[in-house]
């Protein structure tokens, strides 16, 4: 089972370089998410989707950008990269049906540097 | 609004010494509890759940949590750590809606 997988693993972007953020999951997961680690930070929460064609901001959206045209993928794009954007980068998705007492899986990140 | 806080963002013990990761949590609807475990450049998985029920929940690699809710709590135990539980450790709500809350993690570092 591939679960939410995540590309590219690493990445060194230029500031104000743009890239795209890869995600896919395979268990037809209505919720996706997209964080950001910072050490000593825990997780920050940047964008959720709740289904295909419906996204919303995060706790900490500027900067970035997503869409969901289909259940299964969720891109997550910088524009302008900026040093504070270097961080770990995590998809994750959930059911999304039922209680709320439903876990969420996790890619194994992209780790981003911007110089 | 809930909120999540782990006690510690460092937990050093010996090999074969007792894990004891705190959490509590507020909030205003009844919550579920998960832990989580992330060990380097991974992502996050899931260690265990509170749902209802049963307060005391065992989780894997003979990680348990029990559930106080007088005390608003959902600490981590193991009763005998092994190196490869060196690791970060998330406690997270839910309540009323699909998106957790965490903590911001306590790191377990296991001595030999």
């Known amino acids: 089972n591939a679960g939410v997988t995540q590309t590219p693993k690493f990445r060194i972007l230029k500031i104000g370089q743009s890239m795209t953020l890869q995600c896919t999951q395979d268990?037809?997961?209505?919720?996706m998410y997209w964080y950001r680690q910072d050490p000593g930070m825990g997780l920050k929460l940047i964008y959720y989707?709740?289904?295909?064609?419906?996204?919303d901001k995060g706790e900490v959206p500027n900067g970035y950008n997503v869409s969901r045209s289909t259940t299964e993928d969720f891109p997550l794009r910088l524009e302008l990269a900026a040093p504070s954007q270097t961080s770990v980068y995590f998809c994750?998705?959930?059911?999304?049906?039922?209680?709320?007492?439903?876990?969420?899986?996790f890619g194994d990140g992209t780790r981003l540097s911007i110089l | 609004a809930q909120s999540v806080t782990q006690l510690g963002s460092h937990v050093s013990v010996s090999e074969g010494a007792l894990v004891l990761l705190r959490c509590n949590y507020s909030?205003?609807?009844?919550?579920?509890l998960f832990w989580y475990v992330q060990y380097p450049n991974q992502g996050l998985q899931l260690l265990l759940k509170?749902?209802?029920?049963?307060?005391l929940v065992k989780g894997i690699n003979g990680f348990e949590a029990e559930f106080k809710k007088s005390e608003t709590s959902f600490h981590l135990t193991k009763p005998s750590a092994h190196m490869s539980d060196a690791a970060e450790y998330f406690c997270?709500?839910?309540?009323?809606?699909?998106?957790?809350?965490f903590g911001r993690g306590t790191s377990l570092i296991v001595h030999p």
């Open positions: 268990m037809n997961h209505n919720y």
């Open positions: 997270a709500a839910t309540g009323g809606s699909y998106i957790p809350t």
């Open positions: 994750a998705s959930t059911i999304g049906e039922g209680t709320f007492n439903q876990p969420q899986h």
């Open positions: 989707s709740v289904g295909a064609g419906i996204t």
């Open positions: 909030s205003s609807v009844p919550p579920y």
């Open positions: 509170y749902t209802t029920g049963a307060t």
